[in-house]
């Protein structure tokens, strides 16, 4: 377009320059000159000078045409920029539409992930229900035995039978931060089915401040457990005997200060001393003793081994033998000792709930 304008304007010029170059041989002709040639060269000039005027008509003409379409491609554009302008903002519009969709549909993502989690628990609440009212019926003195086994507690350490299921049965109640009895009855009932209607079994302990981020002991005389933690972890539970009454087993916070095999006995003050590693030591198969200003005390084996979970030592604390046994080599040297009552525990930061259901 802008080279069609060109063209025309640079042939208007050609011509005006022509027509003043013939007015200005008319008005200045040379007497004389040939009139025949003059005359025909002004014809042929003529000529040109008409061919140049239809020319430059029909250039004019083209630019208006050209003009018209110009000012036809300027509305177009116009109207093609409004378009865009509405498609831009209407893109907009979507845009913000999308991300509220979006937005809801996460939303209720969400929530029909919530509500099937939520019908989960309460399938899994139902199935606990049945499961439990089943258990009530089937755990008897006579069948609970068969779910301890399965649990791994039941140990055949001795060739009394009744004795292995007592120490199974206290096994099982320290492990679940029970008040251990050794016997069968309705609370140990009611933690087995707690156990077995749970989908995973963890200790309800909480530390608040650990004395070591190694291995350390705690005895809780009111429960009668001994519990064995890495920093804040439970490494094992186990049932002892403490002192009868339970004030001669000291509360307080010691460390193991020394470790035996087979230690010899004293006699403590009222009987003959009895050498180590026989049947009658009263201290069983290890000795781990601490650090108790008031006397020689520790924690130790038994040859009494129904004592265990009583009140009834005389100061020290029993454990059974294959118990001791197992603990006697995950314990170090000055490893802290805490033992005191329930309350004492708590006061020093350290809780034992009982295990409940999940």
Same mark, same amino acid.
């Given at each position: 377009?802008?080279?069609?304008?060109?063209?025309?304007?640079?042939?208007?010029?050609?011509?005006? #320059?022509?027509?003043?170059?013939?007015?200005?041989?008319?008005?200045?002709?040379?007497?004389?000159?040939?009139?025949?040639?003059?005359?025909?060269?002004?014809?042929?000039?003529?000529?040109?000078?008409?061919?140049?005027?239809?020319?430059?008509?029909?250039?004019?003409?083209? #630019?208006?045409?050209?003009? $018209?379409?110009?000012?036809?491609?300027?509305?177009? #554009?116009?109207?093609?920029?409004?378009?865009?302008?509405?498609?831009?903002?209407?893109? *907009?519009?979507?845009? $913000?539409?999308?991300?509220?969709?979006?937005?809801?549909?996460?939303?209720?993502?969400?929530?029909?992930?919530?509500?099937?989690?939520?019908?989960?628990?309460?399938?899994?609440?139902?199935?606990?229900?049945?499961?439990?009212?089943?258990?009530?019926?089937? #755990?008897?003195?006579?069948?609970?035995?068969?779910?301890?086994?399965?649990?791994?507690?039941?140990?055949?350490?001795?060739?009394?039978?009744?004795?292995?299921?007592?120490?199974?049965?206290?096994? =099982?109640?320290?492990?679940?931060?029970?008040?251990?009895?050794?016997?069968?009855?309705? &609370?140990?009932?009611?933690?087995?089915?707690?156990?077995?209607?749970?989908?995973?079994?963890?200790? &309800?302990?909480?530390?608040?401040?650990?004395?070591?981020?190694?291995?350390?002991?705690? *005895?809780?005389?009111?429960?009668?457990?001994?519990?064995?933690?890495?920093?804040?972890?439970?490494?094992?539970?186990?049932?002892?005997?403490?002192?009868?009454?339970?004030?001669?087993?000291?509360?307080?916070?010691?460390?193991?200060?020394?470790?035996?095999?087979?230690?010899?006995?004293?006699?403590?003050?009222? &009987?003959?001393?009895?050498?180590?590693?026989?049947?009658?030591?009263?201290?069983?198969?290890?000795?781990?003793?601490?650090?108790?200003?008031?006397?020689?005390?520790?924690?130790?084996?038994?040859?009494?081994?129904?004592?265990?979970?009583?009140?009834?030592?005389?100061?020290?604390?029993?454990?059974?033998?294959?118990? *001791?046994?197992?603990? =006697?080599?995950?314990?170090?040297?000055?490893?802290?000792?805490?033992?005191?009552?329930?309350?004492?525990?708590?006061?020093?930061?350290?809780?034992?709930?009982?295990?409940?259901?999940?």
């Amino acid at each position: 377009m802008g080279k069609r304008i060109l063209c025309i304007v640079t042939l208007s010029l050609s011509l005006i #320059l022509q027509s003043s170059a013939v007015s200005f041989a008319e008005n200045y002709a040379v007497p004389g000159g040939n009139s025949s040639e003059a005359i025909v060269s002004a014809a042929a000039q003529e000529q040109q000078n008409q061919l140049s005027e239809e020319e430059i008509q029909r250039q004019l003409e083209q #630019l208006r045409e050209d003009q $018209e379409q110009l000012k036809k491609d300027q509305e177009q #554009l116009f109207n093609d920029q409004e378009q865009l302008k509405y498609g831009q903002e209407q893109l *907009v519009k979507d845009r $913000e539409q999308l991300n509220k969709d979006q937005a809801q549909l996460k939303y209720e993502q969400e929530k029909l992930k919530n509500d099937q989690e939520q019908l989960k628990k309460e399938r899994e609440k139902l199935e606990g229900q049945d499961k439990r009212k089943k258990l009530n019926t089937e #755990l008897t003195s006579n069948t609970y035995l068969k779910y301890i086994k399965e649990l791994g507690y039941y140990k055949a350490t001795s060739k009394d039978e009744t004795l292995n299921i007592r120490n199974a049965v206290l096994l =099982f109640q320290s492990d679940h931060n029970m008040s251990i009895t050794g016997v069968w009855d309705n &609370a140990t009932k009611d933690m087995l089915i707690n156990r077995l209607v749970s989908n995973v079994f963890s200790y &309800a302990d909480n530390i608040t401040n650990a004395p070591a981020n190694g291995k350390w002991i705690v *005895v809780n005389k009111t429960k009668r457990t001994l519990t064995l933690y890495e920093g804040k972890k439970v490494i094992k539970k186990y049932p002892v005997a403490v002192g009868n009454p339970h004030t001669l087993t000291k509360s307080g916070k010691f460390m193991i200060n020394n470790k035996i095999i087979d230690p010899d006995w004293g006699g403590g003050g009222f &009987a003959a001393p009895v050498k180590g590693g026989t049947p009658e030591n009263p201290l069983g198969s290890r000795w781990l003793g601490i650090n108790r200003t008031d006397g020689s005390y520790g924690i130790h084996g038994t040859n009494s081994f129904y004592s265990i979970g009583k009140f009834i030592s005389h100061g020290c604390i029993r454990m059974q033998n294959y118990c *001791v046994e197992e603990l =006697f080599p995950l314990v170090p040297m000055k490893a802290p000792v805490w033992v005191g009552t329930e309350a004492e525990l708590k006061a020093w930061g350290v809780t034992q709930n009982a295990f409940t259901a999940n």
